[in-house]
């Protein structure tokens, strides 16, 4: 019931962005703060779960797989908090954690995955007593972090190709090192062809209202070393006519059974931009970001955010009290512009419910 304590990392590149630091039953869930970066690589421990619970709603830690590790953490931490010995009251504990952290966000369904996860350990605890459930859930916790660095590091190799030499990729919000454990999806891909010695210059959406894409992206991409041009979402088209763009790729916070993919609102106008000048248009994610319990992407649920993030960049007013705002955290492109998805069993091209099947039952 030990692991080796983290050592913060110094560099992007040896990113732990959710950690389990110390024993099960002592330890506690080490995040980065992703509200403080770029100015500051710092560490938030949670010890309960309602510390996780806030870091997941106020996007500490944010980024549909990272969600979902921090999510599987936080029921071992609930658990926890009925103490050990009691099997029952550990039970119950774990499975009110759940149910909480289910409230957090709604959108990324890797959330619902790690905690659907988790409750099954529960249902087949049969005769663990608490201590032993506990070392069960952490265990299991453990199990989903390290399946997302491999999983990541697998999308990398089968994306890399794609990526074109001596040319220009766009990328909205940050699917990164700090939307996964460690590596990312949409950048794990560009991390895999740089390691190969491709080269190539990222364009970072901004990704307004909050800025994952300015604060997030550009900061990791700066760090490995890959050469990236920060700009502002409304330039992506000119960006595209002048010629600097030869292939979009974006991350996915859930996929729907014919393809239509939930992803950082702003990511729909890309699509249909990449569409209007032929340029390929890739989403990557693994396989725990796709729902096919539902038909299409009209059944995703999208979050809304309060009004303050977009009348509030960085705490100052700017725009006048009392407007009417919309604040839609995530919108949904649909599959038809969408040229292919990178998972960790190979590509889905052409997008449609028969290949999103046939390729996620591949081993
Ligand atoms: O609101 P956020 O920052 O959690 O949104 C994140 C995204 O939209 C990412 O693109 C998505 O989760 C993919 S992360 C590998």
Not at 32 to 56: H, M, N, W
Not at 173 to 193: E, H, K, M, S
Not at 305 to 315: C, F, I, K, L, W
């Given at each position: 019931l030990s692991s080796e304590p983290d050592k913060p990392a110094?560099?992007?590149?040896?990113?732990?962005t959710v950690s389990w630091a110390g024993d099960a039953l002592t330890g506690v869930v080490r995040?980065?703060?992703?509200?403080?970066?770029p100015g500051e690589l710092s560490y938030l421990d949670c010890r309960d779960v309602a510390a996780l619970f806030e870091a997941i709603r106020s996007l500490r830690v944010r980024g549909a797989p990272a969600i979902g590790i921090a999510a599987a953490y936080g029921v071992v931490l609930g658990a926890r908090s009925a103490g050990w010995s009691d099997a029952r009251a550990v039970r119950l504990a774990a499975v009110e954690a759940s149910q909480y952290l289910r409230t957090s966000r709604p959108t990324a369904v890797n959330l619902f995955w790690a905690l659907d996860r988790m409750e099954r350990v529960v249902e087949r605890a049969g005769e663990l007593n608490g201590r032993e459930l506990l070392a069960a859930l952490w265990v299991e916790a453990g199990s989903i972090l390290e399946e997302d660095r491999r999983i990541c590091r697998a999308m990398g190799q089968h994306g890399k190709g794609l990526v074109p030499a001596g040319g220009g990729v766009l990328t909205h919000c940050n699917a990164g090192g700090l939307a996964t454990a460690d590596y990312g999806t949409a950048l794990g891909v560009l991390f895999a062809a740089a390691a190969d010695g491709v080269e190539f210059e990222v364009y970072a959406d901004e990704t307004r209202p909050l800025l994952q894409g300015a604060r997030l992206t550009a900061w990791e991409l700066q760090q490995r070393g890959i050469p990236v041009t920060l700009i502002c979402d409304n330039m992506a088209g000119w960006m595209m006519k002048r010629g600097k763009i030869q292939m979009v790729i974006v991350g996915a916070d859930r996929i729907a059974a014919n393809g239509d993919t939930a992803n950082k609102i702003g990511t729909y106008g890309v699509a249909v931009l990449a569409r209007a000048h032929g340029i390929p248009f890739y989403v990557a994610a693994p396989?725990?970001?796709?729902?096919?319990?539902?038909?299409?992407?009209?059944h995703i649920p999208i979050e809304e955010r309060h009004a303050h993030e977009v009348t509030h960049?960085?705490?100052?007013?700017a725009a006048p009290e009392g407007i009417r705002v919309a604040n839609p955290a995530f919108d949904v492109t649909p599959a038809?512009?969408?040229?292919g998805i990178v998972t960790e069993h190979g590509m889905i091209a052409p997008v449609n419910p028969a290949r999103v099947s046939a390729v996620l039952a591949r081993p």
């Amino acid at each position: 019931l030990s692991s080796e304590p983290d050592k913060p990392a110094g560099v992007a590149t040896d990113l732990k962005t959710v950690s389990w630091a110390g024993d099960a039953l002592t330890g506690v869930v080490r995040l980065i703060d992703q509200t403080k970066l770029p100015g500051e690589l710092s560490y938030l421990d949670c010890r309960d779960v309602a510390a996780l619970f806030e870091a997941i709603r106020s996007l500490r830690v944010r980024g549909a797989p990272a969600i979902g590790i921090a999510a599987a953490y936080g029921v071992v931490l609930g658990a926890r908090s009925a103490g050990w010995s009691d099997a029952r009251a550990v039970r119950l504990a774990a499975v009110e954690a759940s149910q909480y952290l289910r409230t957090s966000r709604p959108t990324a369904v890797n959330l619902f995955w790690a905690l659907d996860r988790m409750e099954r350990v529960v249902e087949r605890a049969g005769e663990l007593n608490g201590r032993e459930l506990l070392a069960a859930l952490w265990v299991e916790a453990g199990s989903i972090l390290e399946e997302d660095r491999r999983i990541c590091r697998a999308m990398g190799q089968h994306g890399k190709g794609l990526v074109p030499a001596g040319g220009g990729v766009l990328t909205h919000c940050n699917a990164g090192g700090l939307a996964t454990a460690d590596y990312g999806t949409a950048l794990g891909v560009l991390f895999a062809a740089a390691a190969d010695g491709v080269e190539f210059e990222v364009y970072a959406d901004e990704t307004r209202p909050l800025l994952q894409g300015a604060r997030l992206t550009a900061w990791e991409l700066q760090q490995r070393g890959i050469p990236v041009t920060l700009i502002c979402d409304n330039m992506a088209g000119w960006m595209m006519k002048r010629g600097k763009i030869q292939m979009v790729i974006v991350g996915a916070d859930r996929i729907a059974a014919n393809g239509d993919t939930a992803n950082k609102i702003g990511t729909y106008g890309v699509a249909v931009l990449a569409r209007a000048h032929g340029i390929p248009f890739y989403v990557a994610a693994p396989a725990s970001t796709f729902d096919l319990a539902i038909p299409d992407g009209s059944h995703i649920p999208i979050e809304e955010r309060h009004a303050h993030e977009v009348t509030h960049p960085q705490g100052r007013a700017a725009a006048p009290e009392g407007i009417r705002v919309a604040n839609p955290a995530f919108d949904v492109t649909p599959a038809e512009l969408i040229t292919g998805i990178v998972t960790e069993h190979g590509m889905i091209a052409p997008v449609n419910p028969a290949r999103v099947s046939a390729v996620l039952a591949r081993p």
